[in-house]
């Protein structure tokens, strides 16, 4: 298709456990982003990338939480050691170009984490 | 952190009623946009206004930006039971950020009843 993919569309994992999620963008979008979403706290931006490059990082909650992109396409967020509060729906985002572009976002379905 | 705050939280009317949304924000922006979310699906962008621009259209959308109260209104004409969805307002540029970091609202929940 032409959209956002993401993968898995839905993960439950036990505690303490390592979770891998995914991201396709649109084919030719030069920035990502990751955002979580949660019932107590909203959405809330997590990381950028431009190109395979992450400006900026400021949102991963903890050192648990890290993401990378590869071949300026797919990304994958990852999460070491699940907690419970961990438990949201990540979303992923692509546009075409990041710098002041006024670009509107494509977000994909998102995938529902939960970790028992 | 939200950048600011949507009202209603939620919102209940006929179909063919006139259904309008607020959001307020705290810093300077680039633009501000609207976005839907429709449930266990992810968020699709209705509209986008520029901090220069103070209302645009686009079909039963009207969308008002007011800087100086750093304040916007979504207003969606003629609604139809498929509008029912989750609303969000982002802004894009708070803080001085200048690659699209959107800074989310609470949302607004509109349930529309045929």
């Known amino acids: 298709g032409a959209g956002v993919s993401q993968s898995p569309s839905n993960k439950v994992t036990e505690k303490g456990k390592d979770v891998e999620l995914r991201c396709d963008p649109i084919?030719?979008?030069?920035?990502l982003y990751w955002y979580r979403q949660s019932l107590g706290q909203g959405l809330e931006f997590l990381i950028y990338?431009?190109?395979?490059?992450?400006?900026?990082k400021s949102g991963l909650p903890s050192d648990r939480f890290s993401a990378e992109r590869t071949g300026g396409s797919v990304s994958t967020l990852t999460i070491q050691r699940t907690q419970q509060e961990d438990s949201a729906v990540y979303l992923c985002?692509?546009?075409?170009?990041?710098?002041?572009?006024?670009?509107?976002?494509?977000f994909g379905d998102g995938t529902r984490l939960s970790i028992l | 952190s939200q950048q600011g705050e949507e009202d209603p939280q939620a919102l209940s009317i006929q179909e063919g009623e006139n259904a309008t949304m607020n959001c307020s924000y705290k810093?300077?922006?680039?633009?501000l946009q609207w976005y839907r979310q429709n449930s266990g699906r992810g968020l699709v962008h209705l509209i986008l206004?520029?901090?220069?621009?103070r209302e645009k259209h686009s079909g039963r959308l009207r969308v008002t930006l007011d800087t100086s109260k750093k304040s916007s209104s979504l207003l969606i004409t003629a609604s139809r039971a498929a509008d029912t969805a989750s609303y969000f307002c982002?802004?894009?540029?708070?803080?001085?950020?200048?690659?699209?970091?959107?800074?989310f609202g609470q949302g607004t929940i509109l349930t529309v009843h045929p």
């Open positions: 810093t300077s922006i680039n633009n």
């Open positions: 990338f431009q190109g395979n490059s992450a400006p900026d």
């Open positions: 985002a692509s546009s075409l170009v990041g710098p002041i572009s006024n670009q509107p976002q494509h």
């Open positions: 084919s030719g979008h030069t920035a």
């Open positions: 982002a802004t894009d540029g708070a803080g001085g950020t200048s690659y699209g970091k959107l800074t």
């Open positions: 206004i520029r901090s220069n621009e």
